[in-house]
């Protein structure tokens, strides 16, 4: 005879039986990332602390704290930097007149802009030298977005978001041409765009896509999984454009709800309830530990192995900058990257573990 309170009893709902976690790939870590962290590491290692460096290196918390453990110095404006100390620039880029401040303060400075920011301020340069209007899609205040203005301030005009289209005037309406900057939300940019041609027909477009292939590698995996999940976690700091931007992909594709976290103790518990499936991804900026952690923390709380949804592989990797590269040959030390690049595949180690 059984004993009636022996016997297994059932699941009380199928939410218990398959508390699943999706996760985004890729994810992380972008190219222009890992090249700017790793600028600052090998700067500190080859001259030595102090290392300057203007405005956050990438928008994360994590990263910034850690490299100021290290000493990295933090400053918002090259006049704070000491004659002939070394700064390093972010990876967001800055304006020339950025530049003419750190000549004449004798810096040694260290260059991390993106590659493929550099290449936004380029097409604004010409442009501008063929004296087109330029309409600069892009957030308002946006360090990004005060660095490529600075290359042509005189022919650029900021738009931000499909709302703002209405008061955008140019000289010539026949010679106007859109950039972006490249961590903007596509389909938002899309449609700016398209309000933008309403009005001006003959609008051009950028050479090649100024949204850049991480930020597009990233919310095209978080819309394959939206739809599925009760719940998006998104790792990122405020700051970070591109991981905001993941948030609003979510919600605007399927997920019930979603939340941006620093670090997985930011998780509240009253998040998880009644939800059976939650999605993981994180912003360009962040290194993977702290994705690590968010997964450790639904682990406990008897959510199942991260399946991963995969919308791209990733494996662009840029050289140092060149100033950089150049003394670290003089020291005889390594100028090779020492890790991967994005978090595309699961298993990337992380310098900032
Ligand atoms: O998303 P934003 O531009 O705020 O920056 P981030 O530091 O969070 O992520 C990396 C992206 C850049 C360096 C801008 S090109
Ligand atoms: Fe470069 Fe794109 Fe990364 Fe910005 S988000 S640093 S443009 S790769």
């Not at 059932?10 to 398959?18: F, G, H, L, M, R």
């Amino acid at each position: 005879m059984t004993d009636a309170a022996t016997v297994p009893t059932a699941p009380e709902s199928a939410a218990e039986t398959a508390k699943r976690v999706l996760l985004a790939a890729p994810r992380g870590y972008c190219a222009g990332v890992d090249r700017a962290v790793v600028t600052v590491e090998k700067a500190l290692e080859l001259y030595g602390p102090p290392v300057y460096v203007r405005k956050e290196i990438v928008h994360n918390k994590h990263v910034v704290s850690t490299l100021q453990q290290r000493g990295a110095i933090f400053v918002e404006e090259t006049d704070e930097v000491p004659e002939g100390a070394t700064v390093v620039f972010s990876a967001h880029g800055v304006a020339p007149v950025v530049h003419e401040e750190a000549r004449a303060l004798s810096l040694r400075t260290i260059d991390a802009t993106c590659p493929l920011v550099t290449k936004v301020h380029r097409e604004a340069v010409r442009f501008a030298e063929s004296d087109h209007d330029i309409l600069l899609i892009g957030h308002d205040g946006h360090e990004e977005v005060i660095g490529t203005s600075g290359e042509a301030p005189d022919h650029i005009t900021l738009v931000d978001g499909p709302d703002d289209v209405d008061n955008v005037v140019v000289r010539n309406p026949d010679k106007v041409v859109w950039l972006s900057q490249t961590t903007l939300s596509v389909d938002e940019t899309m449609e700016t765009v398209r309000r933008l041609r309403e009005r001006f027909p003959n609008l051009q477009d950028p050479p090649s896509d100024d949204i850049c292939y991480a930020t597009q590698n990233r919310q095209l995996a978080v819309k394959q999984m939206a739809a599925d999940c009760d719940l998006m976690l998104v790792v990122g700091s405020r700051n970070s454009s591109n991981s905001v931007r993941l948030v609003e992909v979510a919600l605007e594709h399927g997920a019930r709800a979603g939340h941006l976290v620093d670090y997985a103790e930011e998780i509240d518990e009253a998040w998880l309830e009644g939800v059976s499936t939650v999605g993981v991804t994180s912003g360009a900026s962040v290194p993977e530990i702290l994705v690590r952690d968010v997964l450790a923390f639904l682990t406990e709380r008897g959510f199942g192995d991260p399946e991963p949804v995969i919308a791209a592989e990733e494996s662009l990797t840029f050289a140092l900058p060149n100033e950089i590269r150049r003394d670290l040959k003089a020291a005889g030390m390594s100028d090779k990257m020492t890790h991967d690049a994005a978090a595309a595949t699961d298993g990337v180690t992380d310098p900032l573990h």
